[in-house]
């Protein structure tokens, strides 16, 4: 199969493409997360269990995007030090800005996945069932970061649009490079 940047594909194969892209994005983030504030703090336990389950929700994908044949975004590799540096960055701030970071991209990503689901309707049973599955978990770890602090972080309007609009662009771009 050839493609080219751009291509005109399925509508099920950029979703798949840009969902694998934002979980490994969101494994990225928690790993720099946890790089900064190492195992040991309550926040530090809370963004692991997060992590575990994006960990799961990006096996799932990758298995799909292998299963179907779809072609994966050539922007993993940016997205790799992106997500990285955006989760050091905000857990350098503290702790309640990494948990920003989090209700910005989870807010994205729920409404996102709603998308995503009114989209597909009953086509592909298969990835409705997992977007609808993996939504409720994102809207839990929306909510968690929310109770664990998220608002308190200074300037957080501003960390929380400056995120929610990277979240936005890197999903355009995921979805057709």
């Known amino acids: 199969m050839s493609w080219k940047p751009g291509d005109r594909r399925d509508t099920r194969d950029r979703m798949v493409r840009v ?38 929700h ?16 050539l ?30 991209i989870e807010t994205e990503i729920d409404l996102h996945y709603q998308q995503q689901l009114q989209e597909l309707g009953d086509d592909d049973p298969e990835l409705s069932d997992a977007v609808d599955r993996f939504r409720e978990e994102e809207v839990e770890h929306l909510d968690t970061a929310l109770a664990s602090g998220a608002e308190n972080t200074f300037g957080y309007p501003v960390l929380f649009t400056l995120i929610r609009t990277g979240c936005r662009a890197a999903i355009a771009l995921s979805k057709r490079i």
């Not at 292998?66 to 072609?71: F, N, Q, W």
């Open 19 to 56: 969902d694998q892209a934002g979980e490994y994005g969101a494994t990225r983030i928690y790993a720099g997360q946890l790089a900064v504030m190492g195992d040991r703090t309550p926040a530090a336990r809370t963004i692991n269990g997060m992590a575990n389950q994006e960990e799961r």
């Open 58 to 73: 990006r096996a799932f994908f990758d298995a799909m995007i292998a299963a179907r044949g779809v072609r994966p975004t």
């Open 75 to 104: 922007l993993q590799p940016f997205w790799n030090v992106a997500g990285f540096a955006l989760g050091a960055a905000t857990a350098a701030i503290g702790p309640d800005a990494a948990m920003a970071c989090t209700a910005a």
